[in-house]
């Protein structure tokens, strides 16, 4: 039931006492209609609309109109609840002599197995609740208090009875009799009387016998059986949002009680169908009680590994260690964190699952030696051409079902065959991977375009301690670049010019080198690479620093290589560039992607639903760029990112994967330069020019990344700029927001809590504060993440072009004599030594490609509005022009793509730079921007 405690009923004494308008603005013929029933002008058969937004007021709340009647009526409504945004204030039904008789029905989605979902004892019970019509319960709720008692109106009743049976969805039918006064419609209580749990898409009221636009509650929810949980589910109106100021007043005491239950108390193991949202720290990445090789450290809470928060699930602690968390193969979320029908079929658990419990064990029965690498090279286009003949397996029908791309069936009842699709840039040049211009490029136009930066400083030293590390100068010098620009300019001019640019991953890299180096067929070291700028605005490699630290048994080891004319230095100069990708690989998979996507969205999103109540119009701009994510992390804490996972199998940190993200979240991440324009200003690939389009100067004009992404970032800073305008007038509101300043101040000190103090943190004091925020939050969950993702089986696919580990040193580190006769007898060999083995190369492909994929349902960025969207026009139109830019943006793209002046996009045997395209075809695609980080 929600009804309150009479005491909670009370009237807050800030609101209002209830006002009346009487100014009228009526058409002729409702003039003669209200001399016949006085009635109708207090209670319209048409949508209303308001002279402050332009949006319908409906006897439930406002609503857009459905049609084209220019006849409008203003009628009488409560002054108090009218919104600061301009927004009509809710007509009652109070003018009514009769009840009105409502009708709901109600969506309710088919879930994975259709009506054979679930199968057993209460599989009857719930059909004879739907054949007597006890399915639901639902009830409606009052938006304002009864002006009389000032306490919440008793709420009306029904169930609602099957009406039909779908393809997709069932639908339920009820009856309401509303009582005279009983006024705006604000809330939907429903209760499932089923034994399981069904998912809710809408639910939808119009008056028997009235016209007029209906009211609509979109849910898109999963409702929990009372069996489960008896308390009821409560869903707000869509057709309007409210600040927490302007919440009616019969609707106060349930948004404060939703937000309560979403929030939790902290204790106890959550159960699936929960809504819990709570923090923990990442403390169930290792299986210690399996094996104690397994067991990793607690990352967040601690100044020696600091890290964003997960979602708390609250499994007891392991018996070797308490303060590590038991595992589980199901992880909780919260219930309508969980990935939609279509999702769980072609991709989540089963597919990934798939990888790691079907094609692994495959792969290591086929391949029996797990560092066996590959002999030559035709051995590596075998897996194009011809695939890998795995032994019959039933595991593995799954697999091939779920990925048709990669496993096919030989033969009726025979052997499968794992055989990888030809990534486009392979298929396109074959060996473009071999090349410097391609290594060159893919740092502007690649996979990881995040991490080149202009050289500012000069000579190179290290910030970390000499005396364990050893000296920190660099020994790349200024002579060294002027003989490898070649005359060009000097070393000074070429710095005063911004044309000297690095990949610099020494610091970073440098403490993990030995500990990494420890571990079985692996090794590393730290890196720093340096590009010139050539005249044409193409980058061209000039040398690469390798490091291995001083160690108590061996001293610093460190070494220059450089593009070379003779046979030796040519070679030394391509397997260098090997380990620099090698080291960009795990940097981008393991920060640019996971952490700086993944990780650190989970924080906003669990503040968001702890502390802005669903009718928050913040929420629900929010809510289509957080949803799924919270899943597919805890999908990636169970196979990707754990302990002997995917990642630590086949990546170069190896165990220590995890622990060298956490540093990168201690040394580099900050809110503040997650932003686009800001992290191409603090890497020194733009300069704030007020001249220049979105009033930045690239340094590398035809940088590909930063010319689409910024198209992007300004196309939804002005969808967010509209919207936040439309709700707040002044900084006076936006400071007024007791949930908003709760959301962000949660963020900090609870989701970031390692980082809480910092000085950089963003203030939410103006429009243009919370514009700048918002929008950087949907940068990274929308563009910045597809930037970094789909593009992963393209540039990854053909593994020798992003080798995910370096297995073997360089051949002139510490080596003998002999070694270095054997690498001069045959340099090609030493190249495919230090290559990934080939379970690691094709396990590591296998899982690029799935989470290179569109999903059939994805939701693109800016496609389809959200219903609460629809619902005001001012937003509607708001919404409509963000869809309009994004496609015209597509055109530039393309036009860019055409351009051959622009050579780090456009040229013989170049794939086009469409990572930020807004839209894609379901599949490995290469581009597509969805709302959120779903995969």
Partial sequence: MVQGDPASRHMNPSIPFVRFRYDWLIHPTMLKQAALQPSLAFFPRRPVLSAGSNSA????????????????????????ESSAAGMEPPTLLTATKRPAT??????????????????????????????????????LVGATLDPQTESEKKTVSAFAHKTKTGVESITYEATFSVPPNFGEIGAVAVRNEHHEEMFLKDIVLTIDGDDSAPLVFSCRSWLHSKFDDPQDRVFF?????????????GLQRLRQRELEILRGDGTGQRKKFERIYDYDVYNDLGNPDSDSALARPVLGGSVAHPYPRRCRTGRPPTHSDPKSEQRSGNVYVPRDESFSAVKQVTFSAKTVRSVMHALLPSLETAMVDARMGFPYFTAIDKLFDEGVALPPHDSMHAFRTIVPRLVKALAAGAQNLL??????????DKFSWFRDEEFSRQTLAGLNPLSIQLVTEFPFVSKLDPSIYGSPESLITAELIEREIKGIMAFKEALEQKKLFILDYHDLLLPFVHKIRELEDSTLYASRTLFFLTPEGTLR???????????????????????SWDATGAWLWRLAKVH???????????????????????????????????????????????????EINALARVYLVNANGIIEQTFAPGKYSLELCSAAYGQQWRF???????????????????????????????????????????????????????????????????????????VRTKGHADKQNEPWWPSIDSQDDLVRVLTTIIWVASGHHAAVNFGQYQFGGYFPNRPSTARTNMPVEDASDSDLAKFRAKPEAELLRCFPSKIQATLVMAILDVLSSHAPDEEYLGKEAEAAWEKDPVIHAAFERFNGRLREIEGIIDGRNADSTLMNRCGAGIVPYQLLKPYSEPGVTGMGVPNSISI
């Fill in 57 to 80: 007021v409906l006897p439930f709340g406002n609503r857009r109109r459905q049609n084209g009647n220019s006849n409008k009526v203003r009628c009488a409504a409560a002054a108090d």
């Fill in 419 to 428: 055989q990888f699709e030809v990534p486009e840039m392979i298929d396109r």
């Fill in 102 to 139: 409502v009708k709901a029905v109600v969506t309710v989605l088919m879930t994975v197995g259709g009506v054979f979902a679930h199968v057993g004892i209460t599989r009857g019970l719930d059909d004879f609740g739907d054949l007597f019509g006890r399915s639901l319960r639902l009830e």
């Fill in 541 to 563: 490699p000039i040398a690469i620093e390798l490091t291995r630290p001083a160690s108590p048994k061996k001293p610093q080891w460190r070494q220059v290589f450089t593009p």
């Fill in 237 to 249: 109106t869509s057709n309007k949002s409210y600040l927490p100021s302007e919440t009616p007043s």
């Fill in 672 to 746: 503040d330069m997650e932003a686009l324009p800001a992290d191409l200003i603090r890497r020194g690939m733009a300069v704030e020019d007020p001249e220049a389009e979105h009033g930045l100067r690239l340094t590398i004009e035809d940088y590909p990344y930063a010319q689409d992404g910024l198209l992007i970032w300004s196309a939804v800073e002005q969808w967010v700029a509209d919207y936040v305008g439309h709700y707040y007038s002044s900084p006076a509101d936006i400071a007024a927001d007791s949930e908003l300043q709760s959301w962000w101040t949660e």
């Fill in 580 to 630: 620099v990708v090698a080291h960009d690989a795990g940097y981008h998979q393991l920060v640019s992607h996971w952490l700086r996507t993944h990780c650190c969205m989970e924080p906003y999103i669990i503040a968001g639903n702890r502390q802005l109540s669903q009718m928050h119009p913040i929420y629900r701009l929010m809510h289509p760029y957080f949803r799924y994510t919270m």
